[in-house]
């Protein structure tokens, strides 16, 4: 599955190693300060210190993340509104022409995940436009920026951990870690700590691409939720087992509600 082996003992301590967050700060001048001190505490983090100290080289203070960090207001619409923003007919009618184009491959994880098409399909419509838009930030830079900005410094300092993760095992390089502003990667614009756990090489090149290959970006999202207990069979409906767990992959209730709707609208 991946290039570089990592035995399932030391895999586990990376996913659990404590995060040692250096000093936060709420403006740029204090960032170099803070990327050098965490790059020299690498090792706690089980990264290996000149893997990190390359992927960050290029990695500034982001003014414009930590804006939009301050300024999320479409979670803040009701349910009609969001979805009138985010969702047409238009893309409900090319996830019923993506649903048949990939018709095989749905079935293929349908039978192995338990996750029907309609579900995956709106969740990669509503995220990227089944992959029309998924990010052209760098993650990496996205994440220092959000790790040492005080504001939630630890939540992204394991985020950072784990994008580095993702490049210390050879999934992606630094410079192919491009997506949104607050370091979500791929077509169905997963956090790096859910892309660690989550992402499967379905198409067996050796390496999970959460960015260009279909496959994997599908399968995983099919494995998150399978992970998550999604239940076979089973609807996906408002007060359902099913809908606990779309819960899991967004926690505003206008996101759960529109993938939910959505998922509805291309399945009949």
Same mark, same amino acid.
């Given at each position: 599955?991946?290039?570089?082996?990592v035995s399932i003992v030391s895999f586990f301590l990376i996913l659990t190693a404590p995060?040692?967050?250096?000093?936060?700060?709420?403006?740029?001048?204090?960032?170099?300060?803070?990327?050098?001190?965490?790059?020299?505490?690498?090792?706690?983090?089980?990264?290996?210190?000149?893997? *990190?100290?390359?992927?960050?080289?290029?990695?500034?203070?982001?003014?414009?993340?930590?804006?939009?960090?301050?300024?999320?207001?479409?979670?803040?619409?009701?349910?009609?509104?969001?979805?009138?923003?985010?969702?047409?007919?238009?893309?409900?009618?090319?996830?019923?022409?993506?649903?048949?184009?990939?018709?095989?491959?749905?079935?293929?994880?349908?039978?192995?995940?338990?996750?029907?098409?309609?579900?995956?399909?709106?969740?990669?419509?509503?995220?990227?436009?089944?992959?029309?838009?998924?990010?052209?930030?760098?993650?990496?830079?996205?994440?220092?920026?959000?790790?040492?900005?005080?504001?939630?410094?630890?939540?992204?300092?394991?985020?950072?951990?784990?994008?580095?993760?993702?490049?210390?095992?050879?999934?992606?390089?630094?410079?192919?870690?491009?997506?949104?502003?607050?370091?979500?990667?791929?077509?169905?614009?997963?956090?790096?700590?859910?892309?660690?756990?989550?992402? *499967?090489?379905?198409?067996?090149?050796?390496?999970? %691409?959460?960015?260009?290959?279909?496959? %994997?970006?599908?399968?995983?999202?099919?494995?998150?939720?399978?992970?998550?207990?999604?239940?076979?069979?089973?609807?996906?409906?408002?007060?359902?087992?099913?809908?606990?767990?779309?819960?899991?992959?967004?926690?505003?209730?206008?996101?759960?509600?529109?993938?939910?709707?959505?998922? %509805?609208?291309?399945?009949?």
């Amino acid at each position: 599955m991946q290039i570089v082996f990592v035995s399932i003992v030391s895999f586990f301590l990376i996913l659990t190693a404590p995060v040692f967050a250096a000093t936060c700060g709420n403006g740029p001048a204090g960032f170099e300060a803070w990327k050098q001190d965490f790059i020299a505490n690498s090792s706690r983090y089980r990264l290996k210190q000149r893997i *990190v100290r390359e992927a960050l080289k290029n990695a500034k203070y982001s003014s414009k993340v930590v804006r939009l960090d301050r300024n999320q207001k479409s979670f803040k619409l009701s349910f009609k509104q969001f979805y009138a923003k985010r969702v047409n007919n238009a893309m409900i009618r090319r996830g019923k022409k993506l649903g048949e184009t990939y018709r095989r491959l749905f079935s293929r994880i349908e039978k192995k995940y338990g996750v029907p098409a309609p579900v995956i399909l709106a969740i990669w419509g509503l995220e990227t436009n089944y992959g029309g838009y998924s990010g052209k930030m760098p993650v990496l830079q996205s994440l220092a920026t959000l790790a040492y900005d005080c504001r939630r410094s630890k939540f992204f300092t394991n985020e950072l951990v784990n994008a580095l993760v993702i490049v210390q095992r050879r999934d992606m390089s630094p410079g192919e870690m491009r997506g949104a502003w607050a370091g979500e990667i791929g077509q169905t614009q997963f956090l790096a700590s859910s892309y660690v756990k989550y992402a *499967v090489d379905y198409d067996r090149d050796g390496r999970r %691409d959460l960015i260009r290959s279909i496959p %994997d970006v599908l399968a995983s999202t099919a494995n998150y939720l399978k992970k998550k207990g999604w239940r076979r069979g089973q609807p996906w409906g408002p007060g359902t087992a099913n809908y606990r767990v779309i819960k899991e992959w967004n926690k505003a209730s206008v996101y759960q509600q529109t993938i939910a709707v959505m998922a %509805d609208k291309i399945a009949n």
